[in-house]
């Protein structure tokens, strides 16, 4: 995905990010992929006088997921980490003149379905979808999204733009056109040194062990649930060593974050049993 987006009129943000699907999770007896994003861009101001911050470049990795996602039937649904149910997505049963449903990426009533053809992925032909009506996306793209992204609104959102630049399975780009990987490498723009960190047992249902290089100061660790909240403050450590006792945590998925001066950070799913 590319995105260029104005803030006061001057301010501009350019931006390059990926959505990719890292496992999977279970929730209320039903089985989502785990939507994560990372992303990198610049700001910079258009327009004289003070910029008001509004400079430099920045990169991230989420560590938490940003979406969760499950197709069925051929019916796309998504569930945001905060929400207690889940949202249409999209609907891909559709035929030329059919109008498009409401749903979370779309609220417009006369987005039409004007012509269908077909586009080749790793798991056979794809429907595309040709659109007209109210919407600033010429396609809608079938167990894909649309041209102008995966959650983006199919209608113009004010002061954004977003365009769909590659949808890729595994390791190959399949949309616009057959390619190498749409992974994006994310720059780290600080100046980092790159350090192993080792994460075992992992299942556990005891204690988890993260053994770093000993020079590294400052080592801090972040555990979160699900949606986003911490859960774990006391966290023991020793030189070269974060322990961690899961016996307060409700088995399932959780996430970490360690940090540390001048390294790179380390992002990671925990299974507690």
């Known amino acids: ?159 954004c733009t977003y365009t769909l630049t590659c949808f890729g399975l595994n390791d190959t780009a399949y949309y616009p056109a057959l390619g190498s990987t749409c992974e994006v490498a994310i720059g780290i723009y600080e100046s980092t040194k790159l350090y192993p960190l080792s994460v075992y047992p992992n299942p556990t249902s005891t204690g988890i062990n993260f053994d770093y290089a000993e020079d590294l100061q400052n080592a801090k660790l972040k555990l979160v649930n699900l949606v986003g909240v911490a859960v774990y403050p006391e966290i023991s450590q020793q030189k070269g060593k974060l322990y961690i006792q899961p016996n307060s945590l409700s088995p399932g998925i959780y996430f970490y974050e360690f940090t540390a001066t001048g390294a790179e950070k380390k992002l990671g799913k925990l299974i507690i049993n």
Request: hydrophobic share 35%; proline share 3%; charged share 15%.
């Open 1 to 159: 995905m590319t995105s260029t987006c104005t803030y006061g009129g001057f301010c501009v943000k350019n931006e390059l990010m990926n959505y990719y699907v890292k496992g999977d999770t279970l929730i209320d007896t039903l089985t989502y992929g785990i939507v994560y994003k990372k992303q990198q861009g610049s700001l910079f101001w258009n327009a004289g006088g003070n910029n008001f911050g509004c400079e430099g470049n920045y990169a991230s990795i989420d560590a938490n997921p940003s979406y969760f996602i499950r197709s069925f039937d051929k019916q796309m649904y998504i569930r945001l980490p905060q929400d207690t149910v889940e949202q249409l997505l999209y609907n891909f049963d559709l035929a030329v003149g059919d109008t498009l449903p409401l749903s979370y990426t779309n609220y417009a009533m006369d987005i039409i379905v004007s012509a269908i053809d077909s586009i080749y992925t790793a798991h056979g032909y794809r429907k595309r979808f040709t659109l007209s009506g109210n919407t600033w996306s010429t396609y809608l793209l079938e167990g894909i999204g649309h041209s102008r992204g995966l959650v983006e609104q199919l209608k113009s959102v004010p002061l």
